[in-house]
């Protein structure tokens, strides 16, 4: 006998076993399936759910979770601010601001430029390693010689590398 999966479930059952298979009817999408339409792995869907950044699904009455459109929403956000470079404390800021319903475009716009500050600061200290680079390298001949200078370079202290 077919268990009673209340309404809402969809349900085909095979008489191996009495083992069901569920199909969620609706807009609810399991995890896989929310990984394949955002791109993110399933880890790190769960990571994000433990962070608190995604809210936990409902589930299924097997206790698969049971996505819908607004995890999909929220979930592109996340991956998109993480694209650019957001970390994870100013991404749970930026949603706190949404969740609140009470932000202003003025307190993301000064969150946004903060965070463009910090990426040019990184920028800047690329650049410095990049030139100190080059100029250890401009000191090597690249010969069989047990000396290198890119090695001594290295081994002397860090104020020492320009």
């Known amino acids: 006998m077919t268990p009673d999966l209340g309404s809402g479930y969809d349900k085909s059952c095979s008489d191996y076993r009495y083992k ?8 609810h999408i399991g995890i896989g399936t929310l990984a394949r339409r955002t791109g993110v792995k399933i880890e790190t869907i769960r990571y994000y759910e433990h962070e608190g950044l995604l809210p936990s699904p409902p589930r299924t009455p097997g206790g698969h979770r049971a996505y819908g459109e607004d995890h999909v929403k929220r979930l592109m956000f996340i991956r ?9 404390q100013e991404i ?6 949404v969740d609140g319903g009470g932000y202003t475009c003025g307190e993301v716009k000064a969150l946004t430029l ?8 990184k920028i800047a200290d690329l ?3 990049e030139a100190t680079l080059t100029r250890i390298a401009a000191r090597c001949e690249g010969g069989d010689v047990p000396d290198c200078p890119v090695i001594d370079a290295l081994l002397r202290p860090a104020d020492g590398l320009g």
């Open 80 to 88: 998109r601010s993480r694209q650019l470079g957001f970390s994870m």
């Open 114 to 121: 903060e965070h463009a500050e910090a990426i040019r600061e």
């Open 92 to 97: 749970r800021t930026l949603l706190e601001l």
């Open 127 to 129: 650049q410095r390693m």
């Open 20 to 27: 069901c298979f569920l199909t969620i009817v609706g807009t």
